[in-house]
């Protein structure tokens, strides 16, 4: 067994030493000087740094009804193992890094306050995290590299210590104004608007005048030398910079309080009285902490949770860090700031900030982006799975369907009603979620999500859900498997109480389509059943192969040979209308399918391939709901519902459990459970036939 020394010398032998040491470089001006000349980007924009590390992720071109979009990797999290993964929100995420694009190339965005707006437990939060934890990591690696400064003092003992600056300034700030233009022209020379990224154009730019801290010590050391700037150059030490939450540099989080406690300082930082006796003043800059949340995300990225619940006091000092990129710290001169202000809020924080005519100042700096709930059922389902990500949460089984139900009724409370009297809302989710319906085009699905502008702004959140699937699992403790039923019971019974309902009619509403989500399952179960029923694969084949037969004497009006009595006969009409009824090909669309089979196998016989009906997923639908009709009463599946079952039917039943556990992601336990409720569903068929 391994000692504690053992395991140290083992976690000590995977240390990256050098890897410690390029984060923790540091050196002289001159040395900043050539690390800017050959890797120029290291002088970014907080803004041009927070869009490149987007773009160092990655993307991919998508398609979203006909129109051509981006999909950025980095909103995977792939780098944390996708925990803030974000589905759904290609839109929401093409429109904010456009936005951060535009800031890169000084548009104008980099002067706003980006406010991500939408319902509660839209992701809005998540992107805000995402920003943050990716920006971090990025600092970290060659391509995100930045730098700050610190000023040599001597102590008591006549050794030599560093103060860095407080707001972990670009070094370039140290170059006075009238040698700026000089420098830059040697710095930019030949770079023809280097390589900071390939999305813009760059050149190394110095924006910004030193803080308050900086210009004191620089002052002093001007006055040290005689005015000698290059020996003032002498006491600085450059370093790489790593930002960090935790530890409060480049990143900063404010969250509004009640307004008796909010006060502007923790914003800008405050006096630190113990040291006024030290430097005689208040105004002296080393008795001050620039300690604000402005002041230590300066080169980063701030974000203000629910922003426009911001004392008025607070929303001064807002306006001047988005506009002007200045902040005030009382007693001293506005100081330049570098940084991405985000924000975030909900709908009626939102609405109150349109109505006050005082916040006039503010609505003119904000870039508004909507963020709303999802509306696609799959990427609702994956939301989900990221929580309970394995099927087994604690030893228990989370049978098939029981997310996905969850999903299904979670993106119906935000659809809105489609103007189409002949669509249904459970249509218009399937549209969305790209299954085809006859008559609908991809232009129609354009049309039907641009008449609804205000979908996916309401309805329920996807944390009620999660906190539902939770409760089921908590309270069907005994039981080893949680089905769908159990889970749409606990958001039924939930809504009796839900806060955020304060409607009658919207909470019938919800009970109206909770309803409609267990009849879609119970048509989802039935047919799952159906084709484990129907998965004999010799019979598949053989009937497959006497539709195209038919098919082929049809299209090309030749009889097809009786292999049995050997005879011509006319093509089996019956046969094939039994067939497409099953996926719905009207009497006026038969043609045009068979059409279409017959032209699928020619174009496959040219390259040289043998058709095979499981490339066709309607023709495999159709057959194996043609072969169910034909089976099922062979199985005897009712008599599941009786006590005595005989030993051939029994056979036959863990045939078909057989088949669900291997093809559809059921255990035994909800194997048995899913084929006794479809046994029920036909004992209740076979009632009502008889009642007749």
Not at 40 to 49: E, F, I, K, M
Not at 191 to 204: C, I, K, L, R
């Amino acid at each position: 067994m391994s000692t504690g020394t053992d395991l140290i010398a083992s976690l000590a032998s995977r240390q990256n030493l050098a890897d410690y040491q390029k984060k923790h470089w540091h050196g002289t001006f001159a040395d900043y000087l050539d690390i800017v000349r050959q890797t120029p980007r290291v002088t970014r924009t907080a803004y041009q740094r927070v869009y490149d590390m987007i773009l160092s992720h990655g993307t991919e071109e998508i398609m979203v009804n006909k129109e051509k979009g981006v999909r950025y990797k980095f909103f995977d999290d792939l780098e944390c193992g996708g925990q803030d993964a974000i589905f759904g929100l290609d839109r929401t995420l093409l429109n904010l890094v456009n936005i951060l694009k535009s800031a890169a190339h000084r548009y104008g965005t980099e002067r706003r306050v980006l406010l991500l707006h939408g319902p509660v437990g839209s992701s809005k939060s998540t992107i805000a995290r995402l920003l943050k934890k990716g920006l971090e990591l990025y600092s970290r690696s060659d391509n995100g590299a930045l730098y700050t400064y610190g000023w040599r003092e001597e102590t008591l003992d006549g050794s030599e210590t560093f103060e860095d600056c407080p707001m972990h300034e670009e070094p370039l700030h140290l170059i006075p104004a009238e040698f700026r233009p000089a420098l830059l022209e040697q710095l930019n020379a030949g770079t023809n608007g280097s390589p900071a990224s390939d999305d813009y154009e760059f050149q190394v730019t110095i924006e910004g005048d030193l803080c308050p801290y900086c210009r004191q010590m620089f002052n002093e050391r001007m006055e040290r030398y005689d005015g000698d700037w290059s020996k003032v150059l002498g006491d600085i030490r450059v370093r790489r910079l790593i930002l960090s939450e935790q530890d409060r540099i480049g990143i900063g989080t404010f969250q509004p309080k009640d307004e008796k406690n909010q006060d502007a300082t923790e914003l800008t930082g405050d006096i630190n009285y113990r040291k006024i006796a030290e430097y005689g003043t208040e105004s002296d800059p080393r008795a001050f902490n620039f300690d604000g949340e402005f002041n230590i995300a300066n080169r980063g990225i701030i974000e203000f949770i629910e922003v426009l619940k911001l004392d008025v006091a607070f929303l001064y000092d807002l306006l001047g860090a988005s506009q002007e990129h200045k902040i005030k710290p009382k007693k001293f001169a506005q100081t330049d700031i570098d940084e991405v202000i985000v924000g975030h809020t909900n709908e009626p924080e939102y609405k109150k900030l349109q109505s006050n005519e005082f916040m006039e100042a503010l609505r003119d700096r904000t870039v508004k982006i909507d963020v709303p709930y999802v509306t696609r059922l799959s990427d609702e389902v994956q939301i989900y799975q990221k929580d309970y990500n394995s099927r087994k949460v604690r030893g228990k089984t989370i049978a098939p369907h029981t997310l996905e139900v969850a999903a299904m009724w979670a993106v119906l409370t935000r659809l809105e009603e489609p103007k189409n009297a002949g669509l249904t809302l459970l249509q218009k989710l399937k549209l969305y979620n790209g299954k085809t319906l006859p008559g609908f085009t991809e232009d129609n699905i354009k049309e039907l999500r641009e008449e609804a502008e205000r979908e996916g702004m309401h309805g329920i959140s996807p944390r009620y859900v999660q906190d539902k699937i939770s409760n089921a699992l908590v309270a069907h403790a005994n039981e080893r498997s949680v089905n769908p039923f159990m889970v749409l019971n606990e958001l039924e019974a939930g809504l009796k109480h839900h806060s955020l309902i304060n409607s009658e009619d919207v909470r019938k509403h919800y009970k109206h389509l909770l309803a409609v989500v267990k009849e879609e399952y119970e048509d989802i179960v039935k047919n799952e059943v159906q084709r484990a029923i129907a998965a004999d694969e010799d019979s598949l084949a053989r009937l497959s192969g006497n539709y195209i037969d038919s098919v082929k004497a049809y299209t090309q009006r030749e009889k097809v040979k009786n292999k049995y009595t050997g005879q011509t006969e006319e093509p089996d009409e019956r046969l094939m209308r039994s067939i497409e009824e099953k996926i719905d090909i009207p009497e006026s669309r038969k043609d045009d399918f068979r059409r279409e089979i017959m032209n699928y196998i020619g174009a496959l016989s040219l390259d040289g391939k043998k058709f095979d009906y499981k490339a066709n997923e309607r023709l495999q639908k159709a057959l194996e709901l043609k072969l169910f009709q034909d089976q099922k009463d062979t199985i005897k599946l009712t008599s599941l519902v009786t006590s005595v079952v005989d030993k051939d039917t029994q056979e036959k039943i863990d045939i078909v459990k057989g088949r669900l556990i291997r093809n559809y992601g059921y255990d035994e336990d909800s194997a048995t459970d899913v084929l006794n409720y479809v046994a029920s569903i036909y004992a209740r068929g076979d009632v009502k036939r008889g009642s007749h």
